[in-house]
C-alpha cells in the first residue's frame, strides 16, 4: 500500500497538467485564404503556439486548414502575446535587442529556432516576451518538428549570420 498511494498521487497530478494544459483560452475560426502564419500576425500568436496548440489538427505544412473551421490560439497560462513578425534581413540576435529580451528567452518561446538562428523566414511570428509563454511541444519533446516553412518562404537571413558574435546562449 505505501507504494499504491505515491502511483496514484502522481497519476492524479499528471492528468490534472494535461486537461489544465488543454483549456484553449482564446479561438479563431479559419477564413477562405488564411495560413498559420496570417492567423498567427492578426491575432498576436507565435506561428509555434498555433502549430503546438493544434498539434494532431493543423499539419506541420499548416495547408489542411478549412474555412469555418475553429482553432486554438493559445492554452490558459501558456498563451504568448507579445509578438513579432519576421522581415528580411532579421536576426535572433536584432530581434532580441529590438525587443530588450534576451536570446536565451527568445529560444526558449521559439523551440523550433535551430541554434544559428538560420531557419526563421519572413512572415514567421515569434514570441517576444521576456519570460517563457508558450506551451511545451507535444508528447515532452523539446524542439518538435511542427512548424515548418511554407514551399515558398523566404529566409529571413539568406547568410546564416545569427549577428551575435559572443557565445551562444551568453547575453
Known amino acids: 500500500m505505501v507504494f499504491f498511494k505515491p502511483v496514484v498521487s502522481f497519476a492524479v497530478l499528471v492528468v490534472a497538467q494535461i486537461v489544465a494544459a488543454q483549456t484553449c483560452s482564446r479561438t479563431y475560426t ?3 485564404g488564411d495560413t498559420c502564419d496570417s492567423i498567427s500576425a492578426a491575432n498576436q500568436a507565435s506561428t509555434y503556439q498555433v502549430a503546438v496548440v493544434n498539434y494532431g489538427n493543423v499539419d506541420p505544412q499548416c495547408d489542411n486548414l478549412s474555412p469555418g473551421e475553429t482553432i486554438c490560439l493559445g492554452f490558459a497560462g501558456e498563451d504568448c502575446q507579445t509578438t513579432y513578425v519576421v522581415q528580411l534581413g532579421d536576426t535572433c540576435d536584432g530581434i ?3 525587443y530588450g529580451v534576451n536570446t536565451t528567452i527568445l529560444y526558449m518561446n521559439n523551440p523550433q529556432i535551430n541554434e ?6 519572413v512572415g514567421e511570428v515569434l514570441c517576444t516576451a ?3 509563454e508558450v ?3 507535444p508528447g515532452g519533446s523539446s524542439a518538435p518538428a511542427v512548424v515548418q516553412p511554407p514551399p515558398t518562404a523566404i529566409p529571413a537571413n539568406p547568410s546564416g549570420d545569427s549577428g ?3 557565445l551562444p546562449w551568453c547575453d
Open 116 to 121: 544559428d538562428c538560420s531557419n526563421i523566414y
Open 164 to 166: 551575435d558574435d559572443n
Open 135 to 137: 506551451p511545451p511541444a
Open 30 to 32: 479559419v477564413k477562405d
Open 96 to 98: 532580441s535587442s529590438a
Open 130 to 132: 521576456s519570460t517563457v
